[in-house]
Nanobody, 126 residues
Framework: QLQLVESGGGLVQPGGSLRLSCAAS????????IGWFRQAPGKEREGVSC????????NYAYSVKGRFTISRDNAKNTVYLQMNSLKPEDTAVYYC???????????????????WGQGTQVTVST
């Protein structure tokens, strides 16, 4: 059973940066497309970014495009989300998600991802 553990969240001022990490265990990430979703209280869950199993394809929500970068290191079984120029509206719990598929990351649809981490809180102050 694949397990995902996020880390790197915290409190940051607007304009600041954070790097989230998603450490996987139980299976090699070579077989998985990986995504990041976020959810704030009272708001819909939002797909933030994804990366294909081989790392050759990425997608981003328009709201974060140009500010966030997703990457993966399959040798370390870890996926990262570099978040720059953070805004208060980026405040949310961020979840690392995985879909057992070769390739993938054609869309950011939550139901495609079977494995979810516990989430890490990102708070961007005003």
């Amino acid at each position: 059973q694949l397990q995902l553990v996020e880390s790197g969240g915290g409190l940051v001022q607007p304009g600041g940066s954070l790097r989230l990490s998603c450490a996987a265990s139980g299976s090699t990430l070579d077989y998985f497309a990986i995504g990041w979703f976020r959810q704030a209280p009272g708001k819909e869950r939002e797909g933030v970014s994804c990366i294909s199993s081989g790392g050759g394809r990425t997608n981003y929500a328009y709201s974060v495009k140009g500010r966030f970068t997703i990457s993966r290191d399959n040798a370390k079984n870890t996926v990262y989300l570099q978040m720059n120029s953070l805004k208060p509206e980026d405040t949310a719990v961020y979840y690392c998600v995985a879909a057992r598929i070769l390739g993938g990351c054609h869309q950011l649809l939550g139901h495609e991802y079977d494995y979810w981490g516990q989430g890490t809180q990102v708070t961007v102050s005003t």
